[in-house]
């Protein structure tokens, strides 16, 4: 079977996870090729016979000002932009299909590789936690337009074959059929103490992840004078930020980075918490701008993640003890969300039904 397989460019949830799907899935003889589609193709640092990656964008997602604000007008010029050019990556997605004789499309989680589908008569499969008509549809008490794109969005989705439903999901369109799934992402390959041993964390100091995406710490003005001398902040990557201040491992594995941490700070997104749930690792929490998934991942995150909300005024200002606190007491209380952890598989099981 070969596959087309588009994936968001929006933050790197999508594309990470993806990864894990992808390396269960060209394991799998039934498999002879999958075309990988993404602005965010990068993130696939590996390669493998089986797989094409082409760098093209086939969603708009929402553009941020910065880590922790959107861009209402950048993004609707981008839409408008990609509604006009819908039928011309139309024509020529159709004839690429045709040409490398794809049997399947993939989707995470954009709405046209399913109209796209449609044009080339194959079926489709979304994969998500939620849909961009969702997303758009909250913008519309700033813009109608959002609320008339929201309507058009809605209507291709619903015109896939199935739809797989992540954990943390918001509301969804009508589909024609669909199926709840485990968790999807990358899992730390070492155990708790392996992992610090590895960063050389001590164990008399609290080691704090910072986890901003793209964006950093930009807007964030830190006194870091008022960081406790027991308390590290750890950034991998992390823009907006002076290095001379922190604990800046390098090379090794992400997810491990995430087990080795006494916390994660974060704004939540489905990637980051895929992650702490893999390496059970508390999360200490903030606000990531007017998103329309950010509600249902608090909803999740304080009924059964260890986690604590913080303000932006704290994290400026080193005072993470009151957040601490607050997991600490909570522990007993609370237990990692209970669902099935290798949704991967069960992904797989469905993509494989289509051979």
């Given at each position: 079977m070969i596959i087309y397989?588009?994936?968001?460019?929006h933050g790197f949830g999508h594309i990470s996870r993806?990864?894990?799907?992808?390396?269960?899935?060209?394991?799998?003889?039934?498999?002879?090729?999958?075309?990988?589609?993404?602005?965010?193709?990068?993130?696939?640092?590996?390669?493998?016979?089986k797989l094409i990656k082409r760098e093209l964008g086939l969603d708009?997602?929402?553009?941020?000002?910065?880590s922790l604000s959107i861009d209402i007008q950048k993004t609707k010029d981008a839409l408008q932009i990609?509604?006009?050019?819908?039928?011309?990556?139309?024509?020529?997605?159709?004839?690429?299909?045709?040409?490398?004789?794809?049997?399947?499309i993939i989707t995470d989680a954009g709405?046209?590789?399913?109209?796209?589908?449609?044009?080339?008569?194959l079926p489709s499969i979304f994969i998500g936690n939620f849909t961009w008509d969702f997303v758009y549809e909250n913008y519309g008490k700033v813009d109608p337009y959002f609320f008339e794109i929201s309507e058009i969005l809605k209507a291709e989705y619903s015109f896939a074959t199935e739809a797989l439903f992540l954990p943390f999901t918001c509301p969804m369109p009508t589909f024609l059929e669909s199926s709840t799934v485990g968790m999807v992402g990358r899992k730390p390959h070492l155990a708790k103490?392996?992992?610090?041993?590895?960063?050389?964390?001590?164990?008399?100091?609290?080691?704090?992840?910072?986890?901003?995406?793209?964006?950093?710490?930009?807007g964030f003005e830190m006194r870091w004078d008022n960081l406790p001398k027991h308390i590290k902040l750890v950034a991998s990557g992390v823009p907006g930020i002076d290095l001379s201040k922190v604990v800046t491992p390098i090379g090794g594995y992400y997810p491990d980075l995430v087990r080795a941490s006494d916390y994660v700070l974060t704004k939540p997104g489905y990637g980051i918490m895929s992650e702490v749930f893999y390496a059970e690792t508390p999360v200490i929490y903030t606000d990531r701008g007017d998103f329309s998934e950010y509600p249902f991942l608090v909803d999740v995150l304080q009924k059964k993640f260890p986690s604590s909300y913080i303000t932006?005024?704290?994290?400026?200002?080193?005072?993470?003890?009151?957040?601490?606190?607050?997991?600490?007491?909570?522990?007993?209380?609370?237990?990692?969300?209970?669902?099935?952890?290798?949704?991967?598989?069960?992904?797989?099981?469905h993509i494989l039904e289509y051979t």
């Open positions: 397989y588009y994936v968001s460019g993806t990864s894990v799907i992808l390396k269960k899935l060209l394991e799998r003889p039934e498999i002879s090729k999958i075309h990988l589609v993404s602005t965010r193709i990068g993130f696939i640092d590996w390669h493998h016979p708009v997602g929402v553009y941020q000002k910065d990609f509604e006009r050019s819908k039928n011309s990556f139309l024509t020529s997605e159709a004839l690429y299909c045709r040409q490398h004789q794809v049997d399947l709405s046209f590789p399913i109209v796209l589908a449609l044009e080339a008569e103490a392996e992992a610090r041993e590895l960063y050389g964390f001590s164990k008399d100091i609290t080691y704090i992840l910072i986890s901003f995406g793209a964006y950093g710490l930009s932006h005024h704290q994290i400026s200002n080193c005072s993470f003890e009151d957040s601490i606190s607050n997991i600490q007491m909570g522990l007993g209380s609370k237990k990692l969300l209970d669902i099935e952890p290798d949704g991967e598989d069960t992904i797989i099981k």
